[in-house]
């Protein structure tokens, strides 16, 4: 059974300064992909790393994939207080992009001034 | 486009009653999925189906029924409700492309079953 752990699962940390998510998997995969939610909205995409090495990048997160550590991590530069949001990893229970995405706890982030 | 779209928003049942889960799409896609999140423990597959007259159980199927008659409509049924099926719901779509199978979820349904 595929296991998809990130931590922190809770992180509070101050504007401006930097910190990574962990998402750790259990499975061969060569495809991740990060979510955020705000409070009681919806998911909404935000990266999708579909091979060992494939990092991407947008405004002050950075996401990143070793498929042979199985590992990927979301990297968060200077944050801000827009940041704020629960951010979830998902992987493909086996190697394809047909199998439904099983999702980790999710990592509560909050930003505060 | 509207995306995926879901109804109710809200509702509360009383255990044992019965409800429907309303789910469409309109972006012709294929995969659809119903995923339950519950505070902390992230999302949990409920069904999902890979296109029209196909269905599958996910990991946590059991007081769930769903069917898939169009492409576009994925409902999820609640038979005999309990407490343990309050939760917030959320349909999603996608479509496999270039190796991406990227979820749009609808807004979400939250059941509170007293």
């Known amino acids: 059974e595929l296991k998809v752990e990130q931590n922190p699962l809770f992180l509070s940390m101050q504007e401006g300064k930097n910190y990574t998510i962990y998402c750790n998997y259990s499975?061969?995969?060569?495809?991740l992909y990060w979510y955020r939610q705000d409070p009681g909205k919806s998911l909404e995409s935000l990266f999708v790393l579909l091979s060992n090495g494939a990092v991407k990048q947008e405004g002050r997160l950075m996401a990143s994939l070793d498929t042979k550590a199985r590992l990927s991590t979301l990297h968060i530069t200077a944050a801000v207080h827009d940041l704020s949001a629960t951010y979830f990893c998902a992987v493909h229970p086996r190697n394809s992009g047909n199998t439904p995405l099983v999702f980790g706890k999710g990592t509560r982030l909050s930003v505060i001034a | 486009n509207a995306g995926v779209t879901q109804t109710p928003k809200f509702r509360i049942l009383k255990i044992g009653q019965s409800m429907t889960l309303q789910c469409t799409q309109d972006m012709n896609h294929n995969y659809m999925y119903w995923y339950r999140q519950d505070p902390g423990m992230g999302l949990k597959l409920i069904y999902y189906s890979v296109g029209a007259g196909i269905t599958d159980k996910g990991e946590v199927p059991n007081g769930y029924n769903v069917s898939r008659s169009t492409t576009e409509d994925f409902p999820l049924r609640l038979e005999l409700a309990a407490p343990s099926q309050t939760s917030v719901y959320f349909c999603?779509?996608?479509?496999?492309?270039?190796?991406?199978?990227?979820?749009?979820f609808g807004a979400g349904s939250r059941l509170t079953v007293l």
């Open positions: 999603a779509s996608s479509i496999v492309n270039s190796g991406a199978n990227v979820l749009t």
């Open positions: 499975t061969t995969s060569d495809r």
